[in-house]
């Protein structure tokens, strides 16, 4: 498990990371958004242990991670703009993880390569940005470490890499309970891949939930009424987060159990009511402007 | 990444990486030690003949090789060698991709500065250990091959002591171990130097112009600091300016070379000397252990995010841009200074503002790495323009006071002084501090007469008494204050307070380290007698040499007791310089004979040598032909012979009541007119004297030139334009006539060229 406390992190007078507190828990995908300048790359970099925070812990399977190689073995960072050996080919690459890493499994990594489609023997510089991206994975996935942290990865993979490397990531958590840890901007593509998010804003994680149980608990109900009225009973008797709407159609976001919202709206009686599930990126809309926070603004 | 096994899998995988630096090391090192050993001692063999001289020769250039040449050639290896591994061996922490890799896979920061270390050192070590070895195993293969050829070759008893003194085999072994800790020593030197400003910095920009702010500023804002005090302080004496050394140590760039120097300079002062290069060579291990210590550190605690940027470390940085800037203020003053041809104070304060604010902003620009910093420390900037322009205007115009400090009276303990000018020895005297040097062997205790010559040097700046048939004189001075303490200065002497500098030169303190020459110095191997171009050679082992050497040193001391002052005024004609030298060239004397000196005259009177003794008959001489130079016919129309014939001669014109004397009327009748003598495209004016009762005149006048006819304060310069033709074969010696001392009637006489 990794558990950051209160760290904090300034570049000059910038502050990137500003007294964040997480936990990540084994065996789940946790996805990590925020804007650019969120402080996602900074944070990533503190969990891996190139950089060292100023204030706070970062404790990983409850040991400090910066400078402990015991603690490094079971962490493979993959950055946003990773780097491989000039004029190397993958097998290069490997050769230095497989120094650096006693768990690598080579057997594993030429299995993957040959299911990928990457040549061993190819100069990495003729590589495209996906390949690139699928051979950090490839090599992370490979390296044996529990904790996969992967800054920007998905950015350059197509729809179909993305769903292999999904299915490789289950196949990990299942069989040794990797914990892949996901930071991205592009809140799409995490939406299929985590389980667990946390939003990260102005150097601080705005908040830390369960994907699905976000979901369970807040619906999009589309509907159209006939007067005034039934748009006060919707306030009053519903957790309404947001309301909108063009000319009678409204659209409200409320929370509750998806049952008990149909059972009211069937008493209601609308002219038409549809109950819609939300995306993450609208989750997140509605749970940050809660606390306080103009996230579309921030998001769009 | 704790076990051995990882940690050499570790270097073997970073070496991988640096095979091109390491090519490079193998290359360089192949070309500067067995392929410079071959050149050097395979050309002198196959074409010297096969003698005890040229064998021994041979053996010299081998023993020369592994103490001296590999010192050059091995030398430019290591160092270059140390700053390309330095700054590439951790090249990683410049880019900020490889530093996420590199820090974030399992291996402890320490290990990996040991691994990155250790295969920068081995880069250049294995490959030049092994070519030592095998120059090493070249050489005393050699060395075994001349002994064989020498033992067919029947030798005398000399070529037999000069076979013993062959280098063996355990002394090539011993010179090859202390050059290879010489350059190992360098080498760390350059190698931490560069390592610490790789660590220190974002980028290999900043990472170079650390490694060289920190390499050679020091000893580069010292040697402004010199040339500013040679620059302004008229007393300042260069070579006694202390600290060079120490500054040298706090610039490990010139002090790795320094110290290959001092191996090279222990070998070349012979055997027994490497005592001088083991101190500077263990504590410039101490320095590199030092600051491969701080190296270390500032890895350990180099923040990942410093990659990519420049040098944000403010205690390094600042002080290092005031250090940069400050250098490059002062250069620009003295350039400017030196260049501008009016009101050069301003040029200098224009230079320094120039040069100083412009590397301090170009440093902003490449500490910060953004062009837009050049202005970020406009109060620092201000700060050190002013402190430049504040320590130009100090020396500028001595607010220190240095030129003109005299030390209280009761202060001082005694002083020595030394001009070349007052000396008949000659010798080469590079170091003042020695005590071999002349300033060092003179303790003149007499305070009175001290404290009057440094009040009348201190006090005055001899501008009011100086005249222009005199020169100036240094006398270069020592004091030593009660306490030890002592400074050198150059002290001028001018004709006007000449008085105050004679008491001291004419001390017997400093006339018996200066002029006397013992009892004991029978060294000497041959005299030489100048009069003028005519040269007499006698060698000392001749009876006849060697009674004239006993009795012109006994009258030559002889006239030193008796008027010291003789010596140091030199008045009167200079009848010949006697010259004795021994075998080696430091022990030389030159003995100038005045025609006030009686004794040491008739000593070369009674031992034959009268025509040295006495000026030239006038009977002997056709003509004496006083010249105004070769001029060139554009310059010719340019110029009044009668001015340049005055300027040329020091004859001023003179005054009369109606002012001065027309020309044409003071012109005396005169049988010699003067012509000229063309010598290729130039011609030479020569006023002819044939007329006896001037030539008499002019005898009386004329000095015969030594070789080292010297003016100064005390005695007139001489013009050496005169030349005077016997009657026999009409040969011609150049003689000298004193500045100024030349009737004006033959200055006249020029006016009709």
Redesign the interface.
């Known amino acids: 498990m990794i558990e950051v406390t209160k760290i904090s992190k300034s570049f000059d007078d910038i502050k990137a990371i500003d007294n964040v507190n997480a936990r990540i828990e084994e065996g789940h995908v946790f996805g990590l958004i925020g804007t650019n300048g969120a402080g996602k790359s900074t944070f990533m970099r503190m969990l891996s242990g190139v950089l060292k925070p100023e204030a706070g812990e970062i404790l990983i399977d409850g040991e400090p991670v910066y400078d402990n190689p015991a603690i490094k073995e079971k962490i493979f960072y993959i950055s946003d703009d990773q780097y491989f050996f000039k004029s190397g080919t993958p097998g290069d690459m490997v050769k230095l993880y497989r120094t650096c890493y006693p768990a690598f499994d080579r057997e594993k990594w030429k299995d993957l390569m040959g299911k990928f489609g990457l040549e061993k023997s190819r100069k990495i510089n003729t590589f495209s940005k996906g390949m690139k991206k699928q051979l950090s994975v490839i090599c992370g996935i490979c390296s044996g470490a529990k904790y996969l942290l992967c800054d920007e990865t998905f950015d350059g993979l197509d729809p179909v890499m993305r769903q292999a490397v999904k299915g490789l990531f289950v196949r990990e958590i299942d069989e040794r309970g990797l914990t892949p840890v996901i930071a991205s901007h592009n809140l799409r593509e995490l939406e299929d891949i985590c389980e667990f998010v946390g939003l990260l804003h102005r150097g601080g994680i705005l908040l830390e939930k369960d994907i699905d149980d976000m979901k369970l608990n807040i619906h999009k109900l589309q509907c159209v009424i006939r007067e005034e009225e039934m748009l006060q009973k919707i306030r009053r008797s519903l957790d309404v987060v947001t309301i909108d709407n063009r000319g009678s159609l409204y659209m409200v976001t409320v929370r509750g159990e998806k049952d008990g919202i149909i059972e009211f709206m069937e008493l209601l009686n609308p002219v038409f009511y549809e109950l819609l599930p939300l995306s993450l990126e609208e989750i997140f809309i509605s749970e940050t402007e809660v606390k306080g926070y103009d996230v579309k603004a921030l998001l769009f | 990444?704790?076990s051995k096994h990882?940690f050499f899998?570790?270097m073997r995988?970073d070496l991988?990486?640096k095979i091109w630096v390491l090519v490079l090391s193998v290359l360089g090192n192949m070309l500067a030690v067995p392929v410079c050993y071959l050149i050097s001692t395979g050309q002198g063999s196959r074409m010297m003949r096969v003698t005890v001289q040229s064998l021994t020769v041979q053996t010299r250039s081998v023993a020369e090789f592994f103490s001296y040449s590999v010192i050059i050639s091995g030398g430019i290896i290591a160092v270059c060698g140390a700053l390309i591994v330095g700054l590439s061996g951790f090249r990683y922490v410049f880019?900020?991709?490889?530093?996420?890799?590199y820090?974030?896979?399992?291996?402890?920061?320490r290990?990996l500065f040991l691994v990155n270390w250790l295969n920068g050192f081995f880069i250049w070590f294995i490959p030049f250990l092994f070519c030592l070895g095998l120059t090493l195993f070249l050489g005393l293969g050699r060395l075994m091959g001349l002994r064989n050829r020498l033992g067919g070759l029947v030798m005398n008893g000399e070529e037999r002591f000069i076979v013993s003194l062959w280098p063996a085999g355990g002394d090539l072994i011993v010179s090859a171990l202390i050059t290879l800790l010489g350059l190992t020593v360098a080498f760390l030197l350059v190698y931490h130097l560069a390592l610490l400003a790789v660590m220190l910095c974002g980028n290999i920009l900043n990472a170079m112009v650390t490694t060289t702010s920190l390499g050679v500023g020091a000893i580069t804002v010292y040697f402004l600091f010199r040339l500013f005090c040679e620059q302004y302080f008229d007393t300042f004496v260069s070579d006694a300016a202390t600290g060079y050394r120490g500054v040298s140590y706090a610039s490990p760039l010139v002090s790795a070379i320094m110290l290959l120097y001092r191996r090279a300079a222990a070998f070349e002062a012979g055997a027994g000397n490497e005592i001088f290069f083991w101190g500077p060579c263990l504590i410039n291990l101490l320095i590199a252990l030092a600051l491969g210590g701080l190296a270390f550190l500032a890895y350990q605690k180099r923040?990942?995010?410093l990659a990519e940027q420049g040098l944000k470390c403010r205690p390094v940085r600042l002080p290092m841009q005031v250090m940069v800037s400050l250098a490059a203020g002062m250069s620009g003053w003295l350039l400017f200074y030196a260049i501008g041809d009016s009101a050069r104070l301003v040029w200098g304060i224009f230079g320094a503002v120039l040069a100083g604010s412009v590397s301090f902003c170009v440093m902003d620009i490449i500490f910060h790495m953004d062009f837009k910093a050049f202005s970020a420390h406009k109060i620092l900037l201000g700060l050190t323009v002013a402190a430049q322009i504040f320590l130009g205007l100090l020396f500028y115009h001595d607010w220190t006071g240095y030129d003109s400090y005299l030390p209280d009276r009761e202060k001082i303990e005694e002083v020595a002084v030394f001009d070349h000018i007052h000396c008949n020895k000659y010798g080469s005297y590079y170091d003042i501090k020695d005590e071999m040097h002349p300033i060092n062997k003179v303790h003149i205790r007499d305070i009175d007469a001290v404290y009057t010559f440094l009040q009348s040097v201190t006090s005055s700046d001899g501008s009011d008494t100086e005249d222009q048939l005199y020169e100036t004189e240094r006398i270069l001075t020592k004091v030593t204050l009660k306490g030890g303490r002592n400074y050198y200065k150059y002290y001028s002497i001018s004709h006007g307070n000449k008085e105050a500098a004679c008491a001291l030169l004419s001390s017997p303190e400093y006339l018996d380290a200066n002029f006397r020459i013992g009892r004991g110095e029978g060294r000497y191997a041959m005299i030489h007698l100048y009069q003028g171009d005519t040269v007499k050679e006698l060698r000392v082992e001749t009876p006849e040499g060697r009674e004239l050497l006993e009795a012109v040193c006994e009258a030559y001391n002889q006239d030193l007791e008796e008027k010291p002052e003789n010596f140091i005024h030199r008045e009167g004609r200079l009848f010949c310089s006697i010259s004795l030298s021994g075998e080696n060239s430091d022990n030389r004397r030159y003995l100038e004979v005045y025609e006030g000196m009686e004794h040491t005259v008739e000593a070369l009177q009674q031992h034959g040598y009268a025509e040295f003794a006495e000026p030239i008959k006038t009977e002997e001489v056709s003509e004496i032909q006083l010249s105004l130079g070769y001029r060139y016919a554009d310059a010719e129309k340019s110029g009044d012979p009668v001015e340049i014939a005055r300027d040329l001669y020091g004859v001023r014109q003179k005054e009369s009541a109606d002012g001065f004397e027309n020309r044409a009327e003071s012109a005396e009748t005169y049988s010699d007119l003067p012509m000229t003598k063309s010598v290729n495209t130039a011609e030479e004016y020569v006023l002819c004297i044939t007329d006896e009762a001037e030539i008499r005149e002019l005898l009386e006048l004329i000095s015969y030139n030594s070789g080292r006819s010297r003016g100064g304060a005390f005695r007139l310069n001489s013009v050496d334009q005169v030349t005077i033709v016997l009657k026999d074969d009409r040969k011609e010696l150049n003689v000298n006539i004193p500045y100024g001392a030349l009737p004006e009637k033959y200055i006249l006489r020029f006016g009709d060229l």
């Open positions: 990444m704790t990882c899998r570790l995988e991988r990486h880019h900020r991709n490889m530093v996420d890799t820090h974030s896979i399992p291996v402890r920061r290990t923040p990942s995010e």
